[in-house]
């Protein structure tokens, strides 16, 4: 019952999801599955986080919101809305790497990730493996990826990486993703999973999760 009481505290303190703060309604459609993979190519340099999100609403709000539409973009248009965000240093190899990217998803899965997650044919290691591939992500993008797409994608539940089961388990949770699901609906996985990565990567917030316990 503890633990429940601590999980409902984390979903309730620090729960919102990346793709939610970037304004991404993310569901199983074209659309939004880029719109969350544009978000993971941001995230996958060493820049804050509120920077790579406030990225992604810049270039969501210049209109590049599927692949068809961030290939037809400019360099110089993708620059630019980068540079609204204050996405400095990876400016310009990231507007390269989104412009490459949006033609890989084109062209291999004609601008439909779900494409993707049948190539995987419900094997989660398999769809990190087919992310990898697209420019700029890495382990750190895909695992991204993962943990927020296991609300629409129910074969990669439970996802919850490294830094969140390590904060679990300084919070008296479950360490194991299997024991981590056992506490909140389904639904709330990616919640959850975003809520312990922020309990790991603010400083404090452990402590006061714990204070309100």
Do not use: N
Not at 130 to 147: D, H, K, M, S, Y
């Amino acid at each position: 019952m503890a633990r429940r009481v601590t999980a409902k505290a984390l979903l309730e303190e620090y729960g919102t999801t990346h793709a939610e703060e970037a304004g991404i309604r993310l569901r199983d459609t074209p659309a939004p599955l880029y719109q969350l993979l544009t978000l993971c190519v941001l995230f996958s340099v060493r820049i804050k986080a509120d920077i790579a999100v406030a990225a992604a609403r810049e270039l969501f709000a210049a209109g590049m919101r599927t692949p068809r539409a961030m290939a037809a973009s400019s360099w110089q248009a993708r620059v630019d809305a980068l540079g609204r965000a204050h996405y400095r240093r990876y400016d310009e190899s990231t507007a390269t790497a989104l412009g490459a990217g949006a033609e890989l998803v084109l062209d291999r899965y004609r601008g439909d990730l779900r494409r993707l997650r049948e190539e995987a044919d419900g094997d989660p290691d398999r769809v990190a493996e087919l992310l990898r591939e697209v420019p700029r992500i890495g382990p750190v993008g895909a695992g991204i990826f993962c943990r927020e797409a296991q609300g629409v994608w129910p074969e990669l539940r439970p996802a919850f990486d490294s830094r969140a089961r390590h904060a679990a388990g300084e919070l008296g949770l479950p360490k194991t993703p299997e024991g981590l699901a056992r506490l909140v609906a389904a639904d709330d996985l990616p919640k959850l999973a975003a809520a312990l990565v922020r309990v790991e990567l603010s400083g404090g917030a452990a402590d006061a999760l714990r204070a309100t316990g």
